[in-house]
C-alpha cells in the first residue's frame, strides 16, 4: 500500500504574529520610500510584505497609491484625462527633454512564433503592465542638449564613420561612410550636410540609446 502524502502543519500564532510583524516593517520602509519619490524601491518593499500579510489593507491600499506614481523628473500634461482601468495620467512630460510621453495600458500578447528560427520561440502568452512611450522619436535638438551636458560621444563618432544607404545600380545599399554621425548623417563635415535639429536622431546604437535613456 501507497503512503499517505504528509499533512501541511499549520502556522503557529508565533510564526503569524513574526509576518505580520515583517509586513509592518515593510510597510514602514515603503512609506519612506514613497515619501522620497521612490516608486521602484516602495513598489519592491510593498510586493514582499503582501506576501507577508495578504489581507492588510493599508499595504493594499499603499501599493495602489504607489503604482499611480510618476516617475520622478516627469509630470502629468495639463488637461489630460486619467485612465480608469490603471489611475494614471493618460499623457505625461519628460521634464528634462521635453518629451510627451502616452500611456500603453497593460494587456497580454502572444511573444514569439513556433515554426520560426530557435531564438524566436517558443509561442507564449505574456501579461505587460502598463508602461510609457514616446509619442514622437527622439530629435536631433534634443540629442544635441544629451551631448552637450554630458559630454558623451556617439559609437560612430568613435568610430569615424557609420553605414548609411546609397544608390548604386538601380538599388540602395548599406555602404561606410567616413564622417557618418548623429549630426552628418551622410557623413563630411560641411555644414550644409548637418542634421537638421527637428528630424529624429539617426546614427545611434543599442548602448547610445541607453545612455541617453539614462540621461534623460
Same mark, same amino acid.
Given at each position: *500500500? ?20 515583517? &509586513? ?59 485612465? *480608469?482601468?490603471?489611475?494614471? *495620467? ?31 520561440? *517558443? ?17 536631433? &535638438? ?68 541607453? &545612455? ?5
Amino acid at each position: *500500500p501507497t503512503e499517505a502524502p504528509p499533512t501541511e502543519r499549520p502556522d503557529s500564532a508565533a510564526e503569524i504574529t513574526a509576518r505580520k510583524e515583517a &509586513a509592518l516593517a515593510l510597510l514602514d520602509a515603503a512609506r519612506q520610500r514613497k515619501d522620497a519619490n521612490d516608486r521602484r524601491g516602495a513598489m519592491m518593499l510593498l510586493t514582499k510584505a503582501l506576501k507577508l500579510d495578504p489581507d492588510n489593507e493599508e499595504i493594499i491600499n499603499l501599493l495602489q497609491a504607489v503604482k499611480t506614481m510618476l516617475p520622478e523628473g516627469f509630470e502629468a500634461v495639463k488637461g489630460t484625462r486619467i485612465d *480608469p482601468e490603471t489611475g494614471l *495620467p493618460a499623457e505625461i512630460r519628460d521634464l528634462k527633454d521635453g518629451s510627451a510621453l502616452v500611456l500603453v495600458r497593460p494587456g497580454r500578447f502572444t511573444m514569439g512564433i513556433n515554426d520560426g528560427p530557435p531564438d524566436a520561440g *517558443p509561442a507564449r502568452l505574456v501579461h505587460v503592465d502598463p508602461f510609457y512611450i514616446s509619442r514622437h522619436e527622439v530629435s536631433v &535638438a534634443q540629442f544635441e542638449k544629451f551631448i552637450q551636458e554630458t559630454g558623451y560621444r556617439t559609437v560612430a563618432e568613435r568610430n569615424g564613420s557609420s553605414l548609411v544607404w546609397k544608390l548604386v545600380g538601380p538599388r540602395y545599399v548599406m555602404r561606410s561612410a567616413r564622417g557618418a554621425s548623429w549630426r552628418f548623417p551622410r557623413g563630411g563635415t560641411s555644414a550644409r550636410l548637418q542634421a537638421k535639429l527637428s528630424h529624429p536622431v539617426v546614427h545611434v546604437t543599442a548602448s547610445d540609446a541607453q &545612455a541617453y535613456a539614462r540621461w534623460a
